[in-house]
């Protein structure tokens, strides 16, 4: 291999792209809350694929702290559930803020919901020039709106960045099954799917408005293992790992 030809294949695939948690993933292995020692572990990882030259953005669930849905489901007014799932979120950002700064990483949280007092309100504009800088942004509080998913908020928050790929890490499996795996051992994993497939399929990736969403404009998602240390480098060189969304196959 010519030596222009190694250092291509040492370039990451994607240059700007949409890492999606989910707040289960930052929770310790009994109850609910961040796992600081968790927290610092994806910290450090996201510290190497920070210094890969990629311009990173983040969008955290809350279901360590609380899942607006069963909170409807035990009564409570939709809107005000999920208002709550989307302050559950600000709290998990401001946490990754610190971990990732006290591993060296520069990072702005900015936030749907107004707060200046601590983080920074959204703006299109702003993000994208925190990226430019090599600041890794964090995005909370969803769409700022009910009804709304922290799945259907990175699809959005993607397409308005410009991203290239929303990287869908899992901290249970490995990428998309036609099955749960964790009941049906003999469950089948996908390696490519395409979106109308995963739609067709009700497969578990993604909401069916943020999958729509990624279909409409062709943006592309890979669902991989967040507990795999080096995953989401890999991910982002574009290596083959758990199951990738597209277009067609």
Same mark, same amino acid.
């Given at each position: /291999?010519?030596?222009?030809?190694?250092?291509?294949?040492? &370039?990451?695939? $994607?240059?700007?792209?949409?890492?999606?948690?989910?707040?289960?993933?930052?929770?310790?292995?009994?109850?609910?809350?961040?796992?600081?020692?968790?927290?610092?572990? +994806?910290?450090?990882?996201i510290k190497e694929v920070a210094a890969l030259? #990629?311009?990173?953005?983040?969008?955290?669930?809350?279901?360590?702290?609380?899942?607006?849905?069963?909170?409807?489901a035990r009564g409570m007014d939709r809107s005000?559930?999920?208002?709550?799932?989307?302050?559950?979120?600000? =709290?998990?950002?401001?946490? $990754?803020?610190?971990?990732?700064?006290?591993?060296?990483?520069?990072?702005? #949280?900015?936030?749907?919901?107004? /707060?200046?007092?601590?983080?920074?309100?959204? =703006?299109?504009?702003?993000?994208?020039?925190?990226?430019?800088?090599?600041?890794?942004?964090?995005?909370?509080?969803?769409?700022?709106?009910?009804? +709304?998913?922290?799945?259907?908020?990175?699809?959005?928050?993607?397409?308005?960045?410009?991203?290239?790929?929303?990287? &869908?890490?899992?901290?249970?499996?490995?990428?998309?099954?036609?099955?749960?795996?964790?009941?049906?051992?003999?469950?089948?994993? $996908?390696?490519?799917?395409?979106? =109308?497939? #995963?739609?067709?399929?009700?497969?578990?990736? /993604?909401?069916?408005?943020?999958?729509? /969403?990624?279909?409409?404009?062709?943006?592309?998602? =890979?669902?991989?293992?967040?507990?795999?240390?080096?995953?989401?480098?890999?991910?982002?060189?574009?290596?083959?790992?758990?199951?990738?969304?597209?277009?067609?196959?």
């Amino acid at each position: /291999m010519s030596e222009a030809a190694g250092s291509a294949a040492h &370039k990451p695939r $994607f240059h700007r792209v949409m890492l999606k948690l989910s707040g289960q993933a930052l929770a310790p292995a009994q109850g609910a809350g961040i796992d600081l020692d968790t927290l610092a572990a +994806f910290a450090r990882e996201i510290k190497e694929v920070a210094a890969l030259g #990629v311009q990173l953005a983040m969008v955290i669930g809350a279901g360590n702290i609380l899942r607006g849905s069963e909170y409807e489901a035990r009564g409570m007014d939709r809107s005000s559930a999920d208002q709550m799932g989307m302050l559950g979120t600000v =709290i998990n950002a401001l946490a $990754f803020q610190d971990a990732l700064e006290r591993a060296g990483v520069t990072t702005r #949280v900015l936030s749907a919901i107004a /707060m200046q007092a601590v983080c920074e309100p959204y =703006i299109r504009r702003r993000a994208v020039r925190h990226l430019e800088k090599g600041r890794v942004v964090i995005f909370a509080a969803g769409t700022g709106n009910p009804y +709304f998913t922290t799945d259907t908020a990175a699809s959005l928050r993607a397409l308005e960045i410009g991203a290239e790929v929303i990287l &869908k890490a899992s901290h249970h499996v490995d990428g998309v099954y036609d099955r749960d795996p964790l009941r049906e051992p003999g469950a089948k994993r $996908f390696d490519r799917l395409t979106y =109308i497939e #995963v739609l067709e399929r009700n497969l578990k990736v /993604m909401d069916s408005t943020a999958i729509s /969403m990624c279909r409409d404009n062709n943006l592309p998602i =890979i669902v991989f293992n967040l507990r795999q240390t080096g995953n989401i480098r890999r991910a982002v060189m574009g290596e083959p790992i758990g199951t990738w969304v597209e277009s067609g196959r």
